[in-house]
């Protein structure tokens, strides 16, 4: 892939974002933390709560990242950036208004997969980028795409309610997409995404079938 940008421009894309919105990185992680917290330990406002905060995370990646710094050395990103604040706004309407997304881990393949894929978003994707040369501020933390994309994924298999597939499109076309820009420019840890990306995809669309079979 041929890409408008070079990789030198890119890492400091993210030195620009990382410096200007410290401690934003620790927030972000915080809330991640909740969100583990409320799919394990369910509570009458679960549910919202975990809706809410991947809302939140799509937003500020569409918003924050991709149309106030990646865009200023890819326009793509102004599209990249709209699709994400749609993701935002996909998740509150089935979420919130629709309530069709229900949030619980169980110790089954599906929770145990979930769990991987958020450890690894969380805390293996910055560790191996750090062994790869990947240094901050010029990496990309949790609350860039990416990463965050990883985590979502781990999120939704946690899913105690068949997902409406709408809610999986852009996540999954961004990782096709994220993972074959990032690793031409040698973000090795991207490999994650693409895995993330087809597993998950593959996992729910088999679970919804079941919970149509049982339904």
Partial sequence: MRLPFTIEQF????????????????VLNLFALVTIYFSLWKKSYSDK????????????????????????????????????????????????IKKRLSFRFKTDEYGIAGMILIVFGLLLYPLLGYLWGHVYPSSPTFGLPCPTTIFTFGTLLFSASRIPLWVVIIPFLWSLLGFSAAFSLGIKEDTGLLIAGLLSTLMILYKNRSFKTSG
Avoid at 11 to 26: E, K, S
Avoid at 49 to 76: E, R
């Fill in 49 to 96: 709560i975990i809706v809410i905060t991947l809302a939140f995370f799509w937003l500020w990646m569409g918003i924050v990242y991709h149309l106030v710094y990646f865009s200023l050395i890819n326009k793509a990103a102004i599209v990249f950036g709209a699709l994400f604040i749609v993701q935002s706004f996909v998740f509150l309407y089935f979420g919130i």
């Fill in 11 to 26: 890492l400091d894309v993210f030195r620009q974002y990382n410096t200007a919105v410290w401690p934003m990185q620790i």
